[in-house]
């Protein structure tokens, strides 16, 4: 059996000082602002296709090309962080993610504007350069509050970046966004480039032994690959509504413009505050379990945004429900994947290229939701995505009992001996 490197535990980390921990809020500021660029298309999608004179359909390949693009990176770019100095690479990846925006901006036709779309995720994927910086420069006894602070700036970018894109849209133009957006990150660079020391790799290894361990990690850890597909098709249906929204709210029957599309994303993010009650659920009852209730919670809110969908009431209340379960659910499936890296076997001390495995299949998976939601909207509507998301979390939740029932094996049972510290790390507790 092939054996992963060890690379993230051959050496320890410099002990953190009281200037380095200051960073944590930094670094929380720049993955919610690096993320945002994924997003800003989602409630412009309309006024950029009657700018750009195409379909609705043809212009969300623009929100599919941006996942693409992302999980391209996660792939590919991610795991150069354990083969070059990290500030360089972080400081050139935000580079690329100004000039792909600032192309984004003037671009005439579509076909153009969905390749430099996939420039944009690609770079945007800096994000998971910098979140394992942050356990490693915080002090040992508050590395999971450190994760927890990036993370939640992660979270609000990615939910409150429709609010800024809708109203600035609307405000504007579509174009100014991503003008206003490159002029943001050129001011980041500045920020990190003078308060980042160098971050030379813990341990360096060579880029194809990297690559070559994900496949090992795919073949050897069935935990990982559940988790993974649950976690996917659970982001695909959640990646469906969000590029319909503005198709629903824009329709005849509401006539809504992209500022109010993009207000759905600060409810998102009143949903998605349950990640300490999931943690701390976790904790009781399992990581199965909770994951178990957010399934169930995800079609309910399925089931409500297809009945009362036509009412501004129903959506509210089915996107908090789906955020808050969503939410729940991803935060389970971290902890588990996560604790893999502490079990002996081939995953041990392997966990940025667990993540990578990860969120490799979890944009994949959201790029095809987007995908699949625009040309269900396209030939039923409303009514054709919710059968669509409902039948992709069907089958989420058809892989979940199925690994429920074949869970009693070693890497489950090393996941449960780990799975409260990791819960607590994961929500910054």
Known sequence: MEAIPQAEHQQPSAPATAPSQRLIPLLGLATGVTVSALYFNQPLLIEMARSLHVTEARMSHVAVAAQAGYAIGLLFFVPLGDVFERRGLI??????LVLSMLVTAIVPTLLPMVLITILTGVMAAVTHVMLPIAPEIAAPANAGRAVGSVMTGLLFG?????????????WLNWRSVFLIASVICVALAFLLRRALPL?????????????????????????????????GLVFAAFSAFWTTLVFLLGSPHFRL????????????????????????????????????????LLILSWAVVWA???????LVLGVLLMDAAAQATQ?????????????PGTAYGARSRINTVYMTTYFIFGALGSYLGAHAWERWHWSGVCSLALLLLALAAARHAYGTLRSRGREELCHDEVDVALAGEIIGA
Request: charged residues 10%; contains cysteine; hydrophobic residues 45%.
């Open 91 to 96: 400081l050139k990846m935000i580079a690329g």
């Open 158 to 170: 990615i939910l409150l970046s429709r609010t800024f894109s809708g109203w600035i849209g609307e």
């Open 199 to 231: 971050l030379p790799p813990r341990a360096p290894m060579q880029y194809g032994a990297a690559l070559r361990s994900l496949w090992t990690l795919i073949r050897t850890q069935p935990l990982l690959v559940e988790s993974a597909t649950v976690g």
């Open 257 to 296: 413009g992209a500022g109010v599309a993009g207000s759905f994303g600060v409810l998102g993010a009143i949903g998605a505050s349950v990640a300490p009650i999931a943690g701390r659920l976790a904790d009781r009852h399992g990581s199965r379990w909770v994951i178990s209730i957010g399934l169930s």
């Open 308 to 314: 009362f969908g036509y009412h501004i009431a129903g």
């Open 331 to 343: 935060v389970s499936n971290q902890t588990r994947i996560f604790s893999l890296a502490h079990c």
